[in-house]
């Protein structure tokens, strides 16, 4: 039952969310809502081609048609030195084509004109030819002598962008050999797309006169981007304010720059006039970030009584046409590297192979900390792997292979240090509220039936928070993040923080942590972010890092001001600072409760009756460099059958118990989880942005790219565990991906788990019922 | 995503219409509910210089039933269909199609005769449309004619209307026998189109033998098709489980299915087989629930 923001101690409670008052009402203010006088529209013009040579492009059509101001090519922006523009990894991306295109729907002229509608008709008059270069989508192909290189602008010349590896390949190796069970198993997970309802665009709004650019964008790192534009463009940082207003859903598809935000930029610089640019649909999907597209190979080793005994992983890593992730610089394979899991792995090894295709650039972090979705899926599939040969549940293997609660901080093979766990608790619990046994006890009756029900087990550990400097920066920036808090005259407070929320509900559960802190209720706090201007820097809202960053600076700067507020208070109270006593909501003097002061009094004073030499007023900033990532976990079990007419999965159902610390606003977490799941479940069975051969995009709208809805997305039931982080200031871990990260694997695994009896092991996502068929088919058992 | 300039034409009669659609040619569209042609215009698949809007025309909106059958005005919009309880009775299987039409958005608005008109092999109606054997009432510069529904469909997005020829109403025959009907769809999430929809329509005597059958398959071909074969099976017998296997198998060798994201041709022929066997056991169970024992 959800609470009211006038609730006192609000810390772990169901606070209604602030936000949704004005949101629910359709009185958010997202980007396309905004309107500024003068303003004009830009659209681009895209490639039909996935490779091809530009022999020539003619703007004369559009240029003449009247209402249109201003036609750009990449040619012009080469002349500006703007053709080319840093991606997030380290690589560089083409704003707009010079010479040739490197993928379908890739973005070739900008055309800026009086109304949307009229630069969409301008778009179309502008006339290219192409020349049809050989087109590389296979990213095995890439690698291939023979293939065609594809960035001329690369040397030496090679569709290889990166190999990374990390672990001991040799131990690894050994220890493979010597184990009595090695399952190997090729496991993809397909290119998806992050596919946020509200798609990208801004406004850009250069001043003449100040030499000011005010962009509003669908950012989910207002500061970064405010930097990296600063540093691409020339303008000076303090003249250009970054404005992220509501933004409806990110999912890590607004955290990268985009060559239509660029050309909104230049062409307001040249105009002296407003310029919007907002996505289309299939331009979200075709041309601003994929995620995943991973082909992963895995070897696991084990003892005869099921015990890991070595975990061997090689991947090729399709990044498209540029490599556009938002990787931090260390990780160009994020932190793909908790691939061992919640498993105590004695050795481990993985290697991952960045390469070009002729598909659209990314991949972004859908939803997960760089990379995590991945190696979870690939290590909860193996699990099952290895269950399946060792003959034993695999729960049963779980069991015996987690890391101990005793073990932590713990050490993984591959150099994390996990923060804290229990993850048989977690699994246990899953196992009770949903009575495996007994489920595993009716799947025995329907097989014996001939009836096909499967049982998935999934027992994700997660790695997000990033991150302490030491380790994480995106082009050099470290990753701390910020917190700025004002107390007001009257007790009420505007904290302010580098984060920037896209549905987190970050203006309830950040407010619940200072109001915990400093005695008040949610409703005394305001919590703004995303206006460059006034929000202190940080690095953003993605990869589930602004509960572990951003949410320890409110902590901090809470608790900062409060240590201020008892100075005050022990003025107030005349009683030295010593004696005052903090109950949670007020101060009073040691061993007197009667007497008393509360923050709103405290505040007041700290305007106009403050001790002798005070410096007045009552505020805190907080940069907060976490001392390491936090590791949450979960254990999900999904219940599916399988229709043998059809090859359709129901899923029947699904339990989902997650650890992710001490919990700021347990409705706030279960909504996560359950967007996190239904996504999990696209991912599953319904999306895949597949190419042809010829590399058009097969999915290019949502007829083809398909996203749940309430008819078919299953119930879900949660519950959870709590394990505090032991170095997080309230022990929270952050949760927004865990359910995305945890959730495919425990699909896939239902349905390969009622599958196994005609010898599947494996079958790649997504769990299209034709999939599902096909195997019934072979096998003769179709209706 | 905006449609390219065009021109657009209210008229208040279906004369008006045809004039203009004389005038204009192959530049002139109609538009009723618009649900299939505005999504192509804003993608600029379709880009007609001129619409003309059948909306304001009066009399083409609703149903009525005589002796001969039930007429469905033009204008009259799936959602119209989808609540006619009346018609259940001897139309089950326009109420058991239409909820599984796109979504209700698209219900409130959407036509039969602009689905039919369009003539995508994947929508819902052209199955039912054949499955009971209607027929279009449509009107040129040169009167009016009707065309059977087995002559309609021509090829994918293509009928055998003239470009200055309108459909003004769907007309059903009145069933034979007592109808029983059914339509199953197999679709990828709700609101999609059919990866394959088998419409049946069974017409039964007293004694409980099929005395007309209407096997319709969707998104199995290049164009809506009937399971001919399968349906002349059924005729004079009383259903049964082997008999539905049989009618299953004949219809989907009437299927003509390509490969595509949806699925494999094999698949989707299978679909028609599962669908028809599937529907032919809930009708018949049907069917017996009402016979009385000793029949």
């Avoid at chain 1, 200072?514 to 206006?531: N, S």
């Avoid at chain 1, 309230?730 to 239902?750: R, T």
């Avoid at chain 2, 009525?64 to 609540?83: S, Y």
């Avoid at chain 2, 293509?158 to 034979?176: K, W, Y």
Wanted: contains cysteine; proline residues 7%.
């Amino acid at each position: 039952m959800a609470l009211e923001v006038t609730e006192a101690r609000p810390l772990g409670k169901p606070i209604k969310r602030k936000e949704d008052a004005r949101l629910v009402r359709g009185q958010g203010r997202y980007l396309d809502d905004i309107a500024l006088p003068g303003m004009l529209y830009l659209a681009l013009v895209r490639s039909p081609y996935a490779h091809a040579r530009i022999k020539r492009i003619d703007t004369s059509r559009a240029k003449a048609l009247p209402g249109v101001h201003l036609v750009l090519t990449g040619e012009d922006l080469a002349a500006k030195n703007l053709a080319w523009m840093p991606t997030l990894a380290g690589d560089k991306q083409m704003v707009l084509a010079v010479g040739k295109v490197l993928f379908q729907y890739q973005e070739v002229a900008a055309v800026v004109a009086e109304s949307r509608a009229l630069a969409e008709d301008a778009a179309n008059l502008v006339e290219v030819e192409y020349e049809p270069l050989p087109v590389v989508v296979d990213p095995f192909y890439a690698l291939e002598p023979e293939a065609p290189i594809l960035r001329e602008d690369r040397d030496p010349p090679s569709n290889r962008i990166f190999h990374w590896e990390v672990g001991d390949r040799e131990a690894t190796e050994e220890a493979l050999r010597r184990s009595a069970v090695v399952v190997k198993e090729r496991i993809r997970m397909p290119r998806v797309h992050p596919a946020p309802l509200e798609p990208c665009g801004c406004i850009a709004d250069y001043q003449r006169a100040t030499g000011k650019l005010t962009w509003y964008v669908t950012s989910q790192a207002p500061h970064a981007h405010r930097t990296v534009l600063s540093l691409v463009s020339g303008l000076p940082e303090h003249k250009i304010h970054v404005i992220s207003p509501d933004v409806g859903g990110g999912f890590g598809n607004k955290v990268p720059v985009f060559p239509g935000y660029v050309c909104a930029i230049v062409a307001s610089i040249g105009l002296g006039r407003p310029v919007k640019w907002v996505e289309t649909r299939t331009e979200n999907l075709t041309s601003t970030n994929f995620a995943r597209d991973y082909h992963m190979e895995v070897e696991i080793g084990a003892t005869e009584d099921g015990r890991v005994t070595a975990l061997k992983v090689f991947t090729i890593a399709d990044h498209g046409a540029f490599d556009a992730a938002a990787d931090p610089t260390r990780f160009p394979a994020g932190l793909f590297s908790i691939v061992t899991g919640s498993y105590d792995f004695p050795t481990a090894f993985a290697e991952v192979d960045g390469v070009y295709t002729n598909k659209a650039p990314g991949g972004v972090a859908y939803r997960c900390s760089f990379r995590v979705t991945e190696a979870s899926f690939l290590i909860e599939r193996a699990m099952n792997s290895l269950a399946l040969r060792l003959n034993l549940d695999p729960a049963e293997l779980r069991l015996r292979n987690f890391i101990p609660p005793e073990k932590f901080p713990y050490r993984s093979p591959l150099g994390w240090t996990y923060d804290s766990g229990d993850y048989a608790a977690t699994l246990k619990r899953a196992m009770e509220i949903i009575d495996y046994p007994a489920l595993r006890r009716e799947q025995a009756e329907r097989r014996a039936r001939g009836e096909l029900m499967g049982i998935g087990v999934s027992t994700f550990t997660e790695i997000v928070g990033a991150g302490p400097s030491h380790t994480f920066d995106i082009l050099g920036i470290k990753m701390f993040d910020s917190c700025e808090i004002r107390v007001h005259p009257t007790g009420k407070v505007i904290a302010r923080l580098g984060t920037r929320h896209q549905g987190q509900g970050h203006e309830t559960t950040f407010a619940q942590v200072i109001a915990e802190e400093l005695g008040l209720t949610t409703d005394d706090v305001i919590v703004e972010e995303g206006d460059t201007d006034t929000a202190p820097y940080g690095l953003g809202t993605y990869a589930s890092r602004s509960t572990p960053t951003a949410g320890a600076a409110a902590a901090v700067a809470a608790r900062r001001v409060r240590d201020k507020a008892r100075k005050i208070a022990a003025h107030l109270l005349e009683v030295a600072e010593e004696d005052v006593d903090w109950d949670g909501q007020r101060f009073h003097p040691v061993g007197a409760p009667a007497r008393s002061v509360g923050m709103a009094e405290v505040a007041l004073a700290a305007y106009t009756n403050l001790p002798p030499g005070m410096e007045p007023g009552l505020e805190a900033s907080v940069y907060y460099d976490p001392p390491n990532l936090t590791f949450p976990n979960g254990a999900y079990i999904c219940v599916v059958d399988i229709d043998r007419g059809t090859g359709q999965v129901h899923v029947r159902r699904f339990v989902a118990v997650d650890d992710c610390g001490t919990v700021i606003n347990p409705m706030v977490v279960e909504g996560q989880i359950h967007g996190g799941l239904t996504e999990g479940f696209a991912i599953a069975f319904l999306q895949e942005i597949a190419f042809d051969d010829t590399g058009n995009c097969l999915a290019p709208n949502f007829m083809e790219y398909l996203v749940p809805t309430a008819v078919e997305t299953p119930r879900w039931e949660t519950d959870r565990t709590v394990t505090p982080s032991p170095h997080h200031p309230i022990g929270a871990k952050g949760v927004g991906e865990s359910p995305n990260v945890g959730s495919p694997a425990a699909f896939a695994n239902a349905v390969i788990d009622a599958l196994a009896p005609l010898g599947v092991t494996h079958l790649d996502i997504p769990l299209y019922p034709w999939k599902v068929w096909e195997v019934l088919r072979q096998h003769g058992i179709t209706e | 995503m905006f449609p390219a300039p065009f021109e657009y034409l209210a008229v208040r009669s279906v004369e008006e219409a045809i004039d203009a659609l004389a005038r204009h040619g192959y530049d002139a569209k109609v538009i009723a509910g618009g649900q299939s042609l505005l999504p192509m215009m804003k993608l600029r698949v379709a880009a007609p210089s001129v619409l003309v809007d059948l909306n304001r025309v009066e009399g083409l909106s609703g149903w009525q039933e005589d002796a001969q059958g039930l007429r469905i005005g033009a204008t009259t919009r799936h959602a119209a269909l989808e609540r006619a309880r009346p018609l259940a009775e001897r139309y089950p299987l326009i109420l058991a199609t239409a909820p599984w039409i796109a979504d209700p958005l698209v219900r409130n608005r959407g036509t039969m005769a602009g689905s039919l008109a369009h003539a995508d092999p994947a929508a819902d109606w052209g199955a039912a449309f054949l499955a009971l054997r209607g027929q279009v009432e449509v009107q040129g510069p040169q009167g009016t004619r009707s065309i059977g529904a087995d002559d309609f469909f021509v090829d994918i997005f293509t009928t055998s209307l003239a470009a200055d020829e309108i459909i003004t109403a769907v007309r059903l025959p009145r069933p034979v026998g007592h109808p029983e009907a059914t339509y199953l769809k197999l679709e990828r999430k709700v609101g999609d189109f059919a990866v394959v929809g088998v419409a049946l329509n069974l017409e039964v005597d007293p004694e409980g033998r099929v005395a007309q059958a209407g096997i319709g398959l969707a998104a199995v071909g290049p164009k809506p098709l009937r399971a001919p074969q399968a349906e002349a099976a059924l005729i004079g017998q009383r259903l049964s489980f082997n008999l539905a296997r049989e009618v299953a198998a004949l219809a989907a060798e009437a299927a003509d299915p390509t490969s595509d994201q949806r699925g494999s041709a094999a698949f989707k022929r299978d679909m028609v087989r599962v669908f028809v066997q599937r529907g032919l056991e809930s009708l018949r169970q049907r069917i017996e629930g009402r016979q009385p024992a000793s029949a």
